[in-house]
């Protein structure tokens, strides 16, 4: 089965990202990492503060989503999905995922990647869609003055185009109390690593 994936991986790039959508569940929009929409989000989450009589959050919130666009920006981020409008009981995800470009070092193939992962990272497809690897990884992260634990699962899928030398990743995060409280087995962190699962799934590449 993963001999499949790095074969198609194996073999210059194309100089542009075909577009492609995801299926989002309601509630869910897609930004690109722009300037303009740093701005956006961040008026967006101005009003929110002032309405809930916490603006001395702002300052904090700013220098968080700074510093999560700079992140996005120099590590090729090309969108992101995020929950902005609340489910039932004022549900809001602590989930996001970004999608990023991945190309083979110097130029060459993708394979040693796919390996490597499937080696050290214990990728495997995602469930029956070859197209993708999937692994799993957990580390802290600074979020202004607070450390969380930062659950993620990555997906690794070739681009159409690039003869196997450029991958898109989405990489969908959790963010979750480092006091080790929630666990990555916590029946919420796992549903919401079902529900990425199954946007990713819905990929298509809109040739």
Known sequence: MMAD????????????????????????????????????????????LQAAHRPDLLAQLRAITGKAFGGMRSSDTVRF??????????LLLP?????????????????SLVADLIRSKGATALHDDKRFVRWESSSPI???TATLQQYST???TPVP??????????TAVVAAPADGTVARTDPFVSQMFLL??????TLRWNA
């Open 142 to 144: 600074e979020m202004g």
């Open 196 to 201: 990425t699962d199954a946007i990713v799934s």
């Open 95 to 111: 989930l996001s995922i970004t999608a990023s470009v991945r190309r083979a070092p110097g130029g060459g193939s993708l394979s």
């Open 5 to 48: 994936l790095r074969a198609e991986l194996g073999a210059t790039p194309s100089p542009a990202l075909p577009e492609f959508s995801l299926v989002l569940p309601s509630g869910w929009e897609e930004f690109e990492p722009t300037a303009a929409v740093e701005r956006e989000l961040l008026d967006r989450a101005r009003g929110r």
């Open 81 to 90: 999905y995020a929950q902005t409008q609340a489910w039932g009981d004022d």
């Open 154 to 156: 990555a997906y690794l």
């Open 161 to 170: 185009g690039s003869e196997h030398r450029a991958a898109l990743q989405l």
